[in-house]
Nanobody
Framework: VQLQASGGGLVQAGGSLRLSCTAS????????EAWYRQAPGKQRELVAS???????NYADDVKGRFTMSKDNSKFSVYLQMNSLKSEDTAVYYC??????????????????WGQGTEVTVSS
C-alpha cells in the first residue's frame, strides 16, 4: 500500500490550497482516511477524517475553512483549505485505516501513511 500526497506549497494568509492523496493497493471506498499535520516542534495532530460512507469530521480550528472529500473512482482523497492562517503552516500527511472498528481520532487507528506535503502560510 502506498499513499502519495501532493499539493502543498507557499501561500499568503487568506489564500487557498488543495491537497491530494492518491492510493495504490487499498480501496478507499471501504476505509476511513484522514489528514494529519505536524508543525515544527509540535505533535502530529488530526485535521480531518472521512469515513467509508463519506461522513467527515474536522478539528475545531479548521471547521468552516477546510473541506475533506474523496473520489473512490480515482482512489483519492482531498483537502480543500481556504482562509489559510500562519498557524496552518505544517507538513500535512494523509493516512488510511484498514480497520472497520475503532476510534478514527487516534493515530493508532491508521496503519497507512503518506510521505507528507509541506504547507507554508506567510503572514
Amino acid at each position: 500500500v502506498q499513499l502519495q500526497a501532493s499539493g502543498g506549497g507557499l501561500v499568503q494568509a487568506g489564500g487557498s490550497l488543495r491537497l491530494s492523496c492518491t492510493a495504490s493497493g487499498i480501496t478507499f471506498s471501504a476505509n476511513t482516511e484522514a489528514w494529519y499535520r505536524q508543525a515544527p516542534g509540535k505533535q502530529r495532530e488530526l485535521v480531518a477524517s472521512i469515513s467509508s460512507d463519506g461522513i467527515t469530521n474536522y478539528a475545531d480550528d479548521v471547521k468552516g475553512r477546510f473541506t475533506m472529500s474523496k473520489d473512490n473512482s480515482k482512489f483519492s482523497v482531498y483537502l480543500q483549505m481556504n482562509s489559510l492562517k500562519s498557524e496552518d503552516t505544517a507538513v500535512y500527511y494523509c493516512a488510511a485505516s484498514s480497520y472497520s472498528d475503532g476510534d478514527e481520532k487516534t493515530n493508532s487507528f491508521y496503519d497507512y501513511w503518506g510521505q507528507g506535503t509541506e504547507v507554508t502560510v506567510s503572514s
